[in-house]
């Protein structure tokens, strides 16, 4: 059996690290400079996933035969199809439901976090409470500027996710390759 941490991946060298870094920096920046329309596009690509989950839903449905459950899959895959144009016909809207979406779960799991780094757990205590903190603040902030921070949110969110990702890549780079 194969030890989960000494699975061989392909080694990399540090520029080929760097420069994959480099790219998700950039793609970053680039999201960054229009959050609203990174946005925009998230969502619109966002639709056309639900749409086509929809679909496949409603074939499924189809596909299984019977009624059991035939009823069921079939609402629930209109519905996809619903919201996916929603998302499409309306990317603001959609956007504004996406980030309210966000904006409460980022809420109730910064809630969680500070319950459940005060009341179970022995160490590791005070980050998973300053992490509840952290979510529950951006929780907050997403909630209190709603509908407004549904034009700009799900894209500076995705900007910076690229920049981290991007500086992860960069300190990877700095590195030398491990080979098995």
Known sequence: ???????????RSA???????????LAGFFVLADVTLATTISTLLLGVIVICAGFVEIAMAVWAGGWRG???????GILYVIFGCVLIGIPALGSAILTWILGVALLISGIGRILLGNRYLRSGRRLMFVSGL???????LILLGWPSTGIWVIGALLGIDLVAHGLGWLAAGGRPAVSA
Do not use: D
């Not at 690290?17 to 920096?25: K, M, P, Q």
């Open 15 to 25: 520029s080929a690290n760097s420069a994959i870094g480099v790219v998700f920096i």
């Open 134 to 140: 952290f979510g529950l603040a951006a929780g907050l």
């Open 70 to 76: 035939f009823l069921w899959q079939t609402f629930l």
């Open 1 to 11: 059996m194969t030890n989960p941490s000494t699975v061989e991946q392909p080694a």
